[in-house]
């Protein structure tokens, strides 16, 4: 599919991917492997000599701090699709003109990638939202 990008040359669709669902589950599954470690070493750990509990709280709260970080960005990513959702919706049935202006149509649709908006205008031209494009 060829879409009008905003410096006004013609480029392939973007292509959605699904990375967000995929890096939560391996997280979890980082997070529950390294305590089911974790356990494991102290149980089986030298009792004439055994290891600081102190090192193993450090380890397990700089891992927590990690999977903190990671949930967080997973909400941030949530905000700015719905963010991007809500402006998709707020240009169909407005005029489009592209930022050379050689391209002018009402939005039909609107197609949302992981990279960007595509506006399919009512003459079937597709155009990438961006930067110079003006919509009235």
Not at 28 to 48: E, G, I
């Amino acid at each position: 599919m060829s879409v009008v990008n905003p410096a006004g040359t013609s480029t392939s669709a973007p292509t959605y991917s699904s990375s967000q669902s995929d890096a939560a589950s391996k997280t979890q599954v980082d997070y529950q492997s390294f305590l089911k470690l974790l356990v494991a070493q102290m149980k089986n750990q030298d009792p004439t000599n055994p290891m600081d509990s102190t090192q193993y709280m450090a380890q397990l709260a700089s891992f927590s701090n990690v999977e903190q970080s990671v949930q967080i960005n997973q909400k941030l990513e949530q905000m700015l699709q719905s963010s991007t959702l809500a402006q998709a919706d707020a240009i169909i049935g407005r005029t489009l003109t592209s930022n050379d202006g050689s391209i002018t149509g009402t939005v039909s649709e609107v197609r949302l990638y992981s990279d960007g908006i595509v506006a399919v205008l009512d003459n079937g031209k597709e155009v990438v939202v961006g930067p110079g494009v003006s919509i009235s």
